[in-house]
């Protein structure tokens, strides 16, 4: 793919970037590798100063750096610009709890090992590459860099590249803020050049948000040289509504949870499981309220759902429409791209869906509603575990015996009960089966790319 901004609402190629050349990929790895010596010698409290003023930054150019955001993906603009301001929320964050997150961890009793004393400390590993998406083209690098630079690592962004002016902000972002140059880098560069980069003996681990090929290709990279990675990957999330639940709400979080982001969220609810009892309450509910969305030009504050990032994106995402179609299943809404410019989906939900058509298996990315409707918890947990990602999860109940049964059963990183999924600082962030693994987020993240070594004294 070609790294350029191409605005999906028009399909106008704005601008078009030549990748970085070899020799200016070596340049860059190489001022990350030095800036990792200037940040070794840097106190929590510099770092956080540091931090705090590049979150002003953030703060202070949300509006034109949403606009920004929304050009190159398509999101509604008052999300561009609310994704800013989390991600400026999470630098504060990181800069008033880093030093706690790491602490060193005292051994109560030094006697059992023979020591006078024992603890561990947690220190930054080096340089950190991350290959990031385009769905949160801030905050996906945000989540990461605030954490790792308030660690002590420095960090090279290689960004999708449908989103090359994002990637290209971030790069000065940090060094704005008073960080050290070569604290953190972007390298302009396609998925095919990733791979001598996660080689580099400079650079220590790697982190990747996108899909299952790209996870695995660089996962597999990096353990060929003995590296640590963490995959953050897509999520075919179950949204589970009992007949306990309040069925108005359920229909009206689900929408949320479904559209938000255009669709194009990996921890977005995909597949709603329905009890048989309210399936048909909610599903009436929940198909008129997709069908009065307001779709159309991401920059007009009163659009709910813009385009989809790319035409191949929403192309996949029509094809698995149609395959589930032509396989028997019913649209009860949208199910079709609108004529005219643009790579715009109409929010759709479908039901009748079996275990021959696509859409049951793989990742809807975009504003496509599974609905599923279950007799019971057990068949309800069967079809919210039937897929092999196991990103988030949500559950609608009043039961609380059924509640529990459900959290100790869904195959998923998390469980949000009466309520839908969202990444908060606060909480660790991650999956399992083929979400991927490590966690992002919390005091879980910011130690993923520590060495937590183990001091033992006579
Ligand atoms: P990709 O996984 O292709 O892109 C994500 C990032 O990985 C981009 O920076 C991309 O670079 C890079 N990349 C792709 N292939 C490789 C590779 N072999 N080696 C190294 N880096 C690579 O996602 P797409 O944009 O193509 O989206 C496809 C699907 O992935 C979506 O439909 C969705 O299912 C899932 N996805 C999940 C996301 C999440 O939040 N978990 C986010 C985005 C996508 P480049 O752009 O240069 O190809």
């Known amino acids: 793919m070609a790294i350029s901004t191409v605005n999906p609402t028009t399909g106008v190629t704005e601008q078009v970037f030549e990748a970085h050349s070899?020799?200016?990929?070596?340049?860059?790895?190489?001022?990350?590798?030095?800036?990792?010596?200037?940040?070794?010698?840097?106190?929590?409290?510099?770092?956080?100063?540091?931090?705090?003023?590049?979150?002003?930054?953030?703060?202070?150019?949300?509006?034109?750096?949403?606009?920004?955001?929304?050009?190159?993906?398509?999101?509604?603009?008052?999300?561009?610009?609310?994704?800013?301001?989390?991600?400026?929320?999470?630098?504060?964050f990181y800069a008033e709890n880093a030093e706690k997150f790491l602490a060193d961890t005292p051994l109560e009793d030094p006697s059992v090992v023979g020591a006078s004393k024992a603890w561990t400390t947690y220190q930054p590993l080096g340089a950190v590459l991350a290959v990031m998406p385009w769905n949160y083209p801030i905050w996906q690098v945000i989540r990461f860099a605030a954490p790792?630079?308030?660690?002590?690592?420095?960090?090279?962004?290689?960004?999708?590249?449908?989103?090359?002016?994002?990637?290209?902000?971030?790069?000065?972002?940090?060094?704005?803020?008073?960080?050290?140059?070569?604290?953190?880098?972007?390298?302009?560069?396609?998925?095919?050049?990733?791979?001598?980069?996660?080689?580099?003996?400079?650079?220590?681990?790697?982190?990747?948000?996108?899909?299952?090929?790209?996870?695995?290709?660089?996962?597999?990279?990096?353990?060929?040289?003995?590296?640590?990675?963490?995959?953050?990957?897509?999520?075919?999330?179950?949204?589970?509504?009992?007949?306990?639940?309040?069925?108005?709400?359920?229909?009206?979080?689900?929408?949320?949870?479904?559209?938000?982001?255009?669709?194009?969220?990996?921890?977005?609810?995909?597949?709603?499981?329905?009890?048989?009892?309210?399936?048909?309450?909610?599903?009436?509910?929940?198909?008129?309220?997709?069908?009065?969305?307001?779709?159309?030009?991401?920059?007009?504050?009163?659009?709910?759902?813009?385009?989809?990032?790319?035409?191949?994106?929403?192309?996949?995402?029509?094809?698995?429409?149609?395959?589930?179609?032509?396989?028997?299943?019913?649209?009860?809404?949208?199910?079709?791209?609108?004529?005219?410019?643009?790579?715009f989906y109409l929010p759709t939900v479908i039901a009748g869906l079996n275990d021959e058509m696509r859409l049951v298996q793989e990742e809807a990315f975009g504003p496509v509603a599974s609905l599923y409707r279950v007799r019971d918890r057990e068949e309800a947990l069967q079809v919210a575990n039937q897929t092999a990602f196991g990103l988030s999860s949500a559950l609608w109940t009043n039961d609380a015996a059924e509640e529990q049964w459900f959290l100790e059963r869904l195959e998923a990183g998390a469980v949000f009960i009466n309520g839908m999924t969202v990444s908060n600082q606060e909480l660790p962030f991650g999956g399992i089966k083929r979400s991927g693994f490590g966690r992002e987020l919390a005091a879980e993240g910011i130690r993923e790319f520590c060495n937590l070594k183990t001091v033992w004294k006579a």
């Open 22 to 92: 070899t020799e200016e990929v070596e340049r860059r790895i190489a001022h990350a590798d030095e800036a990792v010596k200037i940040l070794r010698g840097t106190s929590y409290a510099q770092r956080a100063e540091w931090m705090k003023a590049t979150a002003q930054l953030l703060e202070a150019e949300a509006e034109e750096l949403g606009r920004l955001i929304t050009l190159e993906m398509g999101k509604p603009i008052a999300q561009s610009v609310a994704e800013v301001r989390k991600s400026a929320a999470s630098m504060h």
């Open 148 to 343: 790792a630079l308030m660690a002590g690592n420095t960090g090279l962004l290689k960004h999708a590249s449908n989103v090359p002016q994002s990637a290209i902000y971030l790069d000065t972002l940090f060094e704005r803020g008073g960080f050290p140059a070569g604290s953190f880098r972007t390298l302009l560069i396609g998925g095919g050049a990733v791979a001598p980069v996660i080689a580099d003996p400079r650079v220590k681990a790697v982190t990747l948000t996108g899909s299952e090929p790209a996870g695995r290709s660089v996962a597999s990279i990096a353990a060929d040289h003995v590296k640590k990675s963490l995959l953050e990957l897509g999520g075919s999330d179950p949204f589970v509504v009992m007949d306990s639940a309040n069925v108005p709400a359920a229909a009206a979080t689900a929408v949320r949870a479904r559209i938000s982001n255009n669709g194009q969220s990996c921890i977005a609810g995909k597949r709603f499981i329905v009890h048989t009892d309210i399936y048909d309450e909610f599903a009436a509910e929940f198909a008129r309220l997709m069908g009065e969305l307001v779709v159309g030009d991401p920059m007009d504050p009163a659009t709910q759902v813009g385009p989809l990032a790319t035409a191949d994106g929403r192309d996949e995402l029509a094809g698995l429409v149609d395959d589930a179609v032509a396989l028997g299943a019913q649209v009860l809404v949208g199910g079709s791209a609108p004529q005219g410019e643009g790579y």
